[in-house]
């Protein structure tokens, strides 16, 4: 059984920076492709960014590219989600999750097996 738990959450100002920490357990770290989707109130969850085994392949939304960046510790067993320059439209949940191979469809919530529980993130203006 894979178990994520999200960390890092909080209030920040428009401008400014948070990363979000996603710590994994279970079966080995290395072989998943992880990513990072966000849910604000009264919408569907989205495609935030991703990252492939190994991590030299990163993925993202357009609405984030050149200010949030994806990385992966697989010492650790932790992905993180380095967020600068938030806006106050990011404002939302933000979900770690986790997809065996292939993990072709990165984009895609129904591609991830599994989901961490999710912690909220607001950008005050």
């Known amino acids: 059984q894979v178990q994520l738990g999200e960390s890092g959450g909080g209030l920040v100002q428009a401008g400014g920076s948070l990363r979000l920490s996603c710590a994994a357990s279970?079966?080995?770290?290395?072989?998943?492709?992880m990513g990072w989707f966000c849910q604000a109130p009264g919408k569907e969850r989205e495609f935030v960014a991703a990252i492939n085994r190994s991590g030299p392949s990163t993925y993202y939304a357009d609405s984030v590219k050149g200010r949030f960046t994806i990385s992966r510790d697989n010492a650790k067993n932790t992905a993180y989600l380095q967020m600068n320059s938030p806006k106050p439209e990011d404002t939302a949940v933000y979900y770690c999750?986790?997809?065996?191979?292939?993990?072709?469809?990165?984009?895609?919530?129904?591609?991830?097996?599994?989901w961490g529980q999710g912690t909220q993130v607001t950008v005050s203006s």
């Open positions: 999750a986790a997809s065996g191979p292939p993990g072709s469809y990165y984009w895609r919530a129904n591609e991830y097996d599994y």
């Open positions: 279970g079966r080995t770290f290395s072989s998943w492709l």
